[in-house]
């Protein structure tokens, strides 16, 4: 979808009732139409992906049909978080920065044990050990565990590796 697809949609969008608001990060457009809401964002690899709401309407736009009343259709697969997840980030462990292969899980980076939300922008993919090994650590120490083990050198006096 090239950006003047884009601005059309937009506009199409706004001609149809819908608020156009700003975007957030990685965002091309966010929309709201009633308690409907919508957004299309970029990848890190440059691909879009529509949320539901968004595919339903971009659909309209495209076969040139009326805005939909019930914009989410049942038969719309929605991307699971991982899938999200490995879009937004790539197939490498956010610890050591090893390929995940079968072997990953969601790292919460502010932990729910400490009021995490389960929110995709507080979400990364690890190792199930890169994962239990961090624990419930504070977000910082979780950076600084990250680029200790993908430079190999301890810049912090504190061994946040060990398990006492």
């Not at 309209?60 to 009343?69: L, S």
């Not at 899938?83 to 729910?112: I, K, V």
């Amino acid at each position: 979808m090239q950006q003047a697809e884009l601005d059309r949609f937009k506009t199409w969008l706004a001609k149809h009732g819908a608020e156009i608001v700003p975007p957030k990060a990685n965002e091309v457009i966010r929309f709201r139409n009633g308690r409907h809401k919508g957004v299309v964002q970029r990848t890190k690899k440059g691909e879009l992906v529509l949320s539901p709401v968004a595919g339903a309407y971009f659909e309209a736009f495209t076969d040139k049909r009326p805005m939909p009343a019930k914009p989410v259709r049942q038969n719309i697969k929605t991307p699971s978080i991982i899938e999200n997840l490995l879009a937004r980030d790539g197939t490498n462990c956010f610890y050591c920065h090893e390929p995940l292969g079968e072997d990953l899980t969601r790292e919460h980076l502010f932990s729910q044990a400490h009021g995490g939300p389960a929110h995709i922008a507080n979400l990364a993919l690890a190792h199930k050990r890169c994962n239990a090994d961090a624990r419930d650590l504070p977000v910082v120490e979780k950076i600084k565990r990250r680029d200790n083990l993908r430079h190999k050198v301890c810049t912090s006096p504190v061994n946040v590796y060990d398990d006492a």
